[in-house]
């Protein structure tokens, strides 16, 4: 493995902060759950953990996506002669992931209608739901720029 790709694979800059969105979205679908469940309300707490849910496999795709473009990307950029490049397993492109990243929208939405159907809960709730990746993104945002400040 070439000193570039190795670089690659051992850090991203960034990486705490989509670590932290991604267990922030999950927690900020639990409280709204929860919140909903004491306010008596199991429908929209379903409703609420389901779209959570689908948020968090969303960003999760979105960044597996992300992740394979740039992995790919450094893998070329390498010389012809680096393992990558003579190893035509490791110059397959992560098929999956590309796909869960062009339709991860419609898997989502068709998450969303199972979730809807049979469940039956509030289709409002699961759109509330979805809005916890929004409120975990803005929330690791200003964490960033609190602690960059001090």
Known sequence: MTTQSHHFED??????VLRRISWLVLAFGVIAALLALAMR??????????????GWLNFRWLSRGVRAILKRAAEMATPADSAAATDPERRSAPVAAYLALVFRYGLVALGAYVIFAYL????????VGLCALVAAVLAASAWEVVKSGS
Do not use: F, N, Q
Not at 11 to 16: A, Q
Not at 43 to 49: H, M, P, R, V, Y
Not at 120 to 127: A, C, D, K, T, Y
């Open 41 to 54: 309300r199991p429908d929209w707490a379903k409703g609420l953990a389901g779209g959570a849910a689908l």
């Open 120 to 127: 039956h809960v509030p289709l409002i709730s699961i759109g």
């Open 11 to 16: 850090r991203i800059e960034g990486e705490h």
